[in-house]
């Protein structure tokens, strides 16, 4: 939580968010398995012109596949191979286990 407050400060005193600190609070969220603030925050970057990394949508299909939410991880991952960014080893690990964890193989 205390990320997310942070976040939505350096918003407000316009300190200028940076993929990077985006990409903090969502790994922040992924360690919690808080999948919805990490979407949160992953449109929330999109939405004010902050172009999110891979390594940001990983942590967010990180916390889908944490709480179990492996639809919305592989939606997710398959958004990742549809847009500019480049999926790596992790991505395709969480697309795995995601698979894994819920007995979705087909």
Same mark, same amino acid.
Request: glycine residues 6%; positive net charge.
């Given at each position: 939580?205390?990320? =997310?407050?942070? =976040?939505?400060?350096?918003?407000?005193?316009? $300190?200028?968010?940076?993929?990077?600190? *985006?990409?903090? !609070? +969502?790994?922040?969220?992924?360690? !919690?398995?808080?999948?919805?603030?990490?979407?949160?925050?992953? @449109?929330?970057?999109?939405?004010?012109?902050?172009?999110?990394?891979? &390594?940001?949508?990983?942590? !967010?299909?990180?916390? @889908?596949?944490?709480?179990?939410?492996? #639809?919305?991880?592989?939606? /997710? *991952?398959?958004? /990742? #191979? =549809?847009? @500019?960014?480049?999926?790596?080893? *992790?991505?395709? &690990? $969480? !697309? +795995?286990?995601?698979?894994?964890?819920?007995?979705?193989?087909?």
């Amino acid at each position: 939580q205390r990320s =997310l407050d942070l =976040l939505g400060q350096m918003i407000r005193t316009r $300190v200028g968010p940076s993929t990077i600190a *985006f990409g903090a !609070a +969502i790994h922040a969220c992924s360690r !919690a398995a808080r999948w919805e603030p990490a979407l949160a925050i992953l @449109c929330l970057a999109g939405a004010i012109g902050v172009r999110p990394d891979t &390594s940001g949508c990983n942590a !967010a299909m990180t916390a @889908c596949e944490r709480s179990r939410q492996w #639809q919305r991880a592989l939606l /997710l *991952f398959d958004t /990742l #191979q =549809l847009s @500019c960014l480049r999926t790596d080893v *992790f991505s395709y &690990s $969480v !697309a +795995i286990s995601s698979c894994c964890v819920t007995a979705e193989w087909g």
